[in-house]
């Protein structure tokens, strides 16, 4: 299984974009496809995360700002980002995890810089 995270770049302050992460390889039993961010010297945070069932769920910062989405199957995962802050720069990792014990697949990670 690889994940792959496209759409990352730079863009100004209130601007919008949009990221990827396409599937390849099959996951028994898919539980959620998320996606994370990880900020020089902080911490990597949830940032929003959809399960088999469609269910969202957001981290109170850029809740109403940002929508994840994803395709029936599952394999691909959607991060509209709009209204961007700087505090939003980072780097952006999409995740997948089983409903079955296993490791869960990480992406590479896309780059997303937002100047002021």
């Known amino acids: 299984v690889q994940l792959q995270a496209f759409g990352g770049g730079l863009v100004q302050a209130g601007g919008s974009l949009k990221l990827s992460c396409a599937r390849s390889g099959t996951i028994f039993m898919i539980k959620a496809m998320n996606w994370y961010r990880q900020a020089p010297g902080k911490q990597r945070e949830l940032v929003a995360g959809?399960?088999?069932?469609?269910?969202?769920n957001y981290v109170d910062s850029v809740r109403g700002r940002f929508t994840i989405s994803r395709d029936n199957a599952m394999k691909t995962v959607y991060l509209q980002m709009n209204s961007l802050k700087s505090g939003d720069t980072a780097v952006y990792y999409c995740?997948?995890?089983?409903?079955?014990?296993?490791?869960?697949?990480w992406g590479q990670g896309t780059q997303v810089t937002v100047s002021s």
């Open positions: 959809i399960d088999r069932d469609g269910i969202t």
């Open positions: 995740f997948a995890n089983s409903i079955v014990t296993g490791p869960p697949y």
